[in-house]
């Protein structure tokens, strides 16, 4: 018994024995059409430009020099609060993480924590902008 393979090669051949190939005497005659002229192009003149002197630039730099400024110092309150928002939820996911689990009276005191940590941390962001800026910002 012939197989699939068989049946679908002896069918494709039945196939293509039907098909007319040849091509109309009409298109055996067609040259394929010439590449149009493209004019060439002109011949264009270098311009010469006066180019200055490096001798007559100035040995002045053209940036200002700005000093670094440090970094401010926190007050110790502003950094406990950081370290009870931040610090104390980032603990509390590195012991989970490592499998320590902490006892629930734990766990929320450490919550409690880090909710005062954030509280202090909005009641010291200033109300209408920073003090020294002239801009109050948009009022509605």
Do not use: H
Not at 23 to 39: F, G, H, K, M, S
Not at 63 to 71: H, L, M, N, S, T
């Amino acid at each position: 018994m012939p197989d699939d393979a068989d049946r679908m090669r002896t069918r494709f051949d039945e196939i293509v024995e039907g098909l007319d190939l040849e091509l109309p005497d009409d298109l055996r005659n067609v040259e394929p059409p010439a590449e149009p002229r493209r004019p060439k192009p002109e011949r264009v003149v270098p311009v010469e430009l006066d180019e200055p002197e490096f001798d007559e630039l100035p040995d002045e730099p053209f940036y200002r020099q700005v000093d670094p400024v440090g970094i401010p110092q926190m007050a110790w309150p502003t950094t406990i609060a950081w370290v009870a928002a931040l610090g104390v939820p980032a603990l509390l996911v590195m012991c989970t993480l490592v499998g320590v689990f902490l006892p629930r009276g734990v766990v929320l005191g450490a919550g409690f924590i880090a909710c005062a940590g954030a509280t202090y941390l909005f009641s010291r962001l200033p109300a209408r902008g920073r003090p020294d800026s002239p801009d109050d910002g948009a009022v509605l």
